[in-house]
C-alpha cells in the first residue's frame, strides 16, 4: 500500500502568515488522485482539496493545493484563527486508500 | 444539506460482534458509494470498507477482511457496518463517509457523519 508521509509533524505559526505543509508518498500517486482535509477537535474531518489541486465547495481561495507524482503541498496563504487544526492527506489513486499521519497547525 | 448520521457504538467484549448504522440524507443516496473510515489515536485514520452505488461491489482493508460485512439499502438510504469476531485493534471512531462517485475505489470521502465510538475490551 502506499504510505504517506507528512512534514512537519506541527506547525507553529501567527495568523496571517503564509502555511506549508508536506505530503509525501511512497510511490508515485495515480492520476495525481490527493485530496486534503481539515480536522478541528471533536469534529469530523473537512474535505478541503481533491485530486492534489481543486478546492472542495464552498472552500476559501486562501487554501491551495499542488503536486504530482510523490509530492504533494497544501498551503494557507494567510492563516485566520479558524484555520488552526489538524490536516491530513489522503490518496485514492491506488487500493486501499491511505491517509498521512496529519501535521498540526498551532497558534504560535 | 447533505447529513450522515452514524449510530451502534458501544462497548463489547473481544469476540463480540456489533452493527453500525449510518442514516443519509440530503443527496440522492443510490447516486453514490459510501465507505466506513476510523480513527484512532495511535494509527490515524483508517479506510475501513466500501461499497458502490447498488451494493453490487464491496472492498474491506486487511485487518477486518473475513470478520467485517458491509451493507446498504437504498429503501432506507442507509448504510451498514456488520462488526464480529471483534478485537481490541478495532477499538475507534468509526465514520460513515460519501465518496465522490459511484463506486467505493479511486474517489475522496466528500462527505463525514460525526462518527460512533466503538470500544473493544474485557
Known amino acids: 500500500e502506499v504510505v504517506l508521509t507528512q512534514s512537519p509533524g506541527t506547525l507553529s505559526l501567527s495568523p496571517g502568515e503564509r502555511a506549508t505543509l508536506s505530503c509525501r508518498a511512497s510511490q508515485s500517486v495515480a492520476n495525481s488522485y490527493l485530496a486534503w482535509y481539515q480536522q478541528k477537535p471533536g469534529q469530523a474531518p473537512r474535505l478541503l482539496i481533491f485530486d492534489a489541486s481543486i478546492r472542495a465547495t464552498g472552500i476559501p481561495d486562501r487554501f491551495s493545493g499542488s503536486g504530482s507524482g510523490t509530492d504533494f503541498t497544501l498551503t494557507i496563504s494567510r492563516l485566520e484563527s479558524e484555520d488552526f487544526a489538524v490536516y491530513y492527506c489522503q490518496q485514492y489513486g491506488s487500493s486501499p486508500r491511505t491517509f498521512g499521519q496529519g501535521t498540526k497547525v498551532e497558534i504560535k | 444539506e447533505v447529513q450522515l448520521v452514524e449510530s451502534g457504538g458501544g462497548v463489547v467484549r473481544p469476540g463480540g460482534s456489533l452493527r453500525l448504522s449510518c442514516a443519509a440524507s440530503g443527496f440522492t443516496f443510490d447516486d453514490y458509494g459510501m465507505s466506513w473510515v476510523r480513527q484512532t489515536p495511535g494509527k490515524g485514520l483508517e479506510w475501513v470498507s466500501g461499497i458502490n452505488w447498488n451494493g453490487g461491489s464491496r472492498g474491506y482493508a486487511d485487518s477486518v477482511k473475513g470478520r467485517f460485512i458491509i451493507s446498504r439499502d437504498s429503501a432506507k438510504n442507509s448504510l451498514y457496518l456488520q462488526m464480529n469476531s471483534l478485537r481490541v485493534e478495532d477499538t475507534a471512531l468509526y465514520y460513515c463517509?460519501?465518496?465522490?462517485?459511484?463506486?467505493?475505489?479511486?474517489?475522496?470521502?466528500?462527505?463525514w457523519g460525526q462518527g460512533t465510538l466503538v470500544t473493544v475490551s474485557s
Open positions: 463517509t460519501r465518496d465522490g462517485g459511484g463506486g467505493y475505489s479511486y474517489v475522496k470521502s466528500d462527505y
